[in-house]
C-alpha cells in the first residue's frame, strides 16, 4: 500500500460529494426562496408615479374607461386587476364590493386579458363595485404596472404615486388590517421628490 493511497481516496470522495453539497445547498435556497408569501415580493414602483396609460372602457358595459390623469385628481383610489376567467377573481369580489362603500376612496378596475362580454357578464353576475373600469386586453398597461398575474390591487394617492400594492386575492383581514392602514398613509401626500 502506496502512501499516496488515502489522499486519492480523499480526492475520490470530494468529487463524489461535491455535487451532492451543490445540490443540497441550491435545494435550500429554492425552498427558502418558494417558502416565502408572494405578498411579500417589492415593488419597484411603489411611491413612483403610476405609468402613462390609457384604458378605454369595457364595450357594453357602460362604464367609463380610465387613464393616469383619473388617479392625480385629490382622491385615493384602489385600482384592482382582474379578469373574469380568474377564480381567485371571483373569491375576493364581495370583498371589493364591501371596500367599494368607503367614501374616502375611489375603486378602478383594470379588466386584464379579456374579452369584453365575459367581463360584462362577470360584473352583472357578481355586481359592479367599480367607479371605473378600462380594459387592459394586449396586458400592456398590467406590464407597464408591474403586474404578476390576476388578482392584484394598488393603492394610488390622490397624486397619481403608486403607494402599496397587494399581489394575490384580497382577504378581509387584509382590507381591513394592511389595506385600511396603507390607505390611510396614503392620504398624506408624500415629501416632494418621493420618500
Known amino acids: 500500500m502506496s502512501s499516496g493511497e488515502p489522499s486519492e481516496k480523499r480526492s475520490r470522495l470530494w468529487l463524489v460529494l461535491l455535487p451532492v453539497i451543490v445540490f443540497a445547498g441550491l ?3 429554492f425552498w427558502k426562496g418558494l ?4 405578498n411579500e415580493v417589492p415593488s419597484a414602483l411603489i411611491d413612483k408615479p403610476v405609468p402613462d396609460f390609457l384604458l378605454h372602457p369595457v364595450e ?26 380568474c377564480a381567485p377573481c371571483r ?4 370583498l371589493l364590493t364591501e371596500l367599494a362603500k368607503r367614501t374616502d376612496i ?7 386579458k379579456d374579452e369584453p362580454q365575459n367581463a360584462v357578464e362577470f360584473l352583472s353576475t357578481l355586481g359592479q ?23 392584484e390591487t394598488f393603492i394610488v394617492d390622490g ?5 402599496y400594492k397587494h399581489i394575490g386575492p384580497l382577504t378581509a383581514e387584509a ?21
Open 91 to 94: 373569491i375576493e369580489h364581495p
Open 60 to 85: 357594453g358595459l357602460g362604464m367609463p374607461g380610465f387613464a393616469d390623469e383619473d388617479l392625480k385628481k385629490g382622491k385615493v383610489t384602489v385600482v384592482n386587476v382582474w379578469a373574469s376567467w
Open 106 to 112: 375611489q375603486l378602478f378596475g383594470m379588466n386584464y
Open 175 to 195: 382590507i381591513t388590517g394592511e389595506m385600511a392602514r396603507e390607505i390611510d398613509k396614503a392620504k398624506t401626500p408624500l415629501p416632494q421628490g418621493g420618500t
Open 129 to 151: 363595485p367599480f367607479a371605473a373600469v378600462g380594459m387592459d386586453r394586449d396586458g400592456r398597461a398590467a406590464i407597464d404596472w408591474g403586474v404578476y398575474g390576476v388578482p
Open 35 to 38: 417558502s416565502g408569501s408572494p
Open 27 to 29: 435545494a435550500l435556497l
Open 159 to 163: 397624486q397619481g404615486m403608486i403607494r
